[in-house]
């Protein structure tokens, strides 16, 4: 059965950085790979969508990566704001399983 | 319709009640999910359909839950005899085919007191 794990559970930065949110899977037979964000009390907002064809997704600050053979992908911030702070959710698609997601907060 | 609809948004009920819970998938999606997520958790898979039938229940908790969607379209997640440990949001999916990006609704938070 397909684990999804994302790590760290929450993260808090200052304006401003770049960072990562990462994303491991136990079984690398996957076909592709779903990144969303959620709002407290919101719906789920898709980010970004790599197939397994794909190496990597990127629109505008984000860029998600995937590697397959390691089990994992990445989710890059690029010079964050607050009105970035959300919940980061991953979801393995061929498998109908997300990981339980990084709650972001982005200080000013 | 250009997005998922789910109806009702909240729904408070009396444990031991019945409920149905409604999905408007994006038009000519041919793939729907059922998720619940409670709080500070990920969404857990409930069931997907593809077309009218039901391709993958494992996630369907114990047989008070279940779900249609008869023309391939509009689906109702029931749930019979509601318990407490029901409480959650309902989340509903959509996806143009099998393993394609989903585009979630808004979900139902249901409330069983």
């Known amino acids: 059965k397909q684990e999804v794990t994302q790590i760290p559970a929450a993260l808090s930065v200052p304006e401003g950085e770049n960072l990562v949110l990462n994303c491991s899977f136990t079984?690398?037979?996957?076909?592709?790979l779903q990144w969303f964000r959620q709002d407290p009390g919101k719906g789920l907002t898709s980010l970004l969508l790599?197939?397994?064809?794909?190496r990597e997704q990127t629109s505008g600050r984000l860029n998600a990566s995937l590697d397959k053979s390691s089990g994992r992908s990445t989710l890059y911030i690029a010079a964050s704001q607050p009105g970035d702070s959300a919940t980061y959710l991953c979801?393995?698609?061929?498998?109908?399983?997300f990981g339980a997601g990084t709650r972001l907060t982005v200080k000013p | 319709g250009a997005g998922v609809s789910q109806t009702p948004s909240n729904k408070v009920t009396e444990k031991g009640k019945y409920v149905e819970l409604r999905c408007d998938p994006i038009?000519?999606?041919?793939?729907l999910y059922w998720y619940r997520q409670s709080l500070g958790q990920g969404p857990e898979f409930l069931i997907y359909?593809?077309?009218?039938?039901?391709?993958?229940d494992s996630g369907l908790p114990n047989d008070r839950f279940f779900a249609v969607r008869p023309e391939g379209s509009v689906s109702t997640l029931k749930i019979q005899r509601t318990e407490r440990g029901d409480s959650a949001v309902y989340l509903c999916?959509?996806?143009?085919?099998?393993?394609?990006?989903?585009?979630f609704g808004s979900g139902t938070r249901l409330t069983v007191v």
């Open positions: 999916a959509s996806s143009r085919d099998p393993g394609g990006g989903y585009t």
């Open positions: 079984d690398s037979a996957i076909y592709n």
């Open positions: 790599i197939q397994s064809s794909q």
């Open positions: 979801a393995v698609l061929s498998d109908m399983r």
């Open positions: 038009s000519g999606h041919t793939a």
């Open positions: 359909f593809q077309g009218t039938g039901a391709a993958d």
